[in-house]
């Protein structure tokens, strides 16, 4: 793998297991011209993708965890060691294509306001269906998949987004030092768009890229799209973003509408079996949240955010 010691762009790799699908993102990787460093967390794998990493890729920088910690923990490791400018977070299930960074820094040089930029995301074993296109987020406190399951004649311009999607997204270095970096009490899920949250209450703005394309295969670190463990992290996770980053006007403002969302999520998870696990997070978020750090913000920045979740909320419901 080769890297360009004048680029801006480091690439930080979170892996658990899937010592096959992270040697085909470096070998997607190795065809781009706009790395400087990449550097990967492996959180406890037992598969031997540490070993395989040494052994066939010495250049990359590999920070060994004795425990996986999760998403947040593991990447937040890996940011702490960039140089750069910007800093390019990959899931270690995906591929990008050879010029996927170049289009991701033409994105993201539109505007200094611009803190983060989510790629094309398609899935890959139906390249003619979207993964994700940038996410939004919702009165009812839902985080929404822009473009998920439908076809890639869509979403062809480069617009704003509420949120990038971590898991093939670029971001601004001088913001994160700002705002601070993911917070690791939300361990994994929901934790992008709380950082995409604060960077919103901090004034700057997510875009999403049309031209940089990566190939996702999913959930191929903690299986299918709903588990138990994903359903009741998840609940908990959108508890802590409300309380955490939504000031008091705005929970009592749009009180109905969480309220609602969260009986809704219940009714939904209970039809597949799953809702005590999701009634089980939301308790948890609501015993634990006085743990997290309020982020104070402007009016002026709040609402905006307040009318993003409005026009958020009448495209859902189209």
Request: with cysteine; aromatic share 12%.
């Amino acid at each position: 793998m080769r890297f360009n010691n004048d680029s801006m762009v480091s690439v930080v790799i979170p892996n658990y297991n899937n010592k096959e699908l992270l040697h085909n993102l470096l070998i997607s990787l190795s065809s781009s011209i706009s790395l400087s460093q990449v550097i990967i967390v492996d959180n406890a794998s037992q598969d031997g993708s540490v070993d395989f990493i040494k052994e066939n890729y010495p250049e990359i920088t590999l920070i060994e965890n004795d425990l996986n910690m999760g998403f947040a923990y593991a990447v937040n490791q890996g940011i702490k060691l960039v140089k750069t400018d910007f800093v390019f977070l990959l899931n270690n299930d995906t591929v990008i294509e050879e010029d996927t960074i170049a289009n991701l820094l033409k994105t993201i040089n539109i505007s200094q306001k611009i803190f983060s930029v989510s790629s094309r995301m398609i899935q890959y074993h139906n390249k003619n269906l979207l993964d994700d296109v940038g996410d939004e987020y919702t009165l009812m406190g839902w985080s929404k998949r822009r473009g998920y399951n439908q076809s890639i004649n869509y979403y062809l311009n480069d617009e704003e987004v509420f949120s990038a999607c971590a898991g093939a997204a670029l971001y601004r270095m001088s913001i994160l030092e700002e705002i601070g970096l993911f917070d690791e009490n939300f361990e994994s899920y929901v934790e992008d768009m709380d950082l995409s949250f604060r960077a919103r209450l901090a004034g700057y703005k997510s875009y999403y890229s049309s031209k940089a394309i990566v190939y996702h295969y999913g959930s191929a670190t903690t299986g299918s799209r709903y588990n138990s463990f994903k359903v009741r992290i998840s609940a908990r996770n959108n508890i802590y973003l409300i309380f955490k980053n939504m000031p008091l006007w705005m929970k009592l403002l749009n009180g109905i509408f969480l309220i609602s969302g969260i009986f809704i999520k219940y009714i939904f998870f209970s039809k597949k079996n799953l809702g005590k696990y999701y009634l089980s997070g939301v308790k948890e978020g609501l015993s634990t949240k006085n743990k997290l750090k309020k982020t104070e913000a402007p009016l002026t920045n709040s609402l905006k955010i307040e009318f993003l979740m409005i026009k958020s909320t009448l495209m859902y419901l189209k």
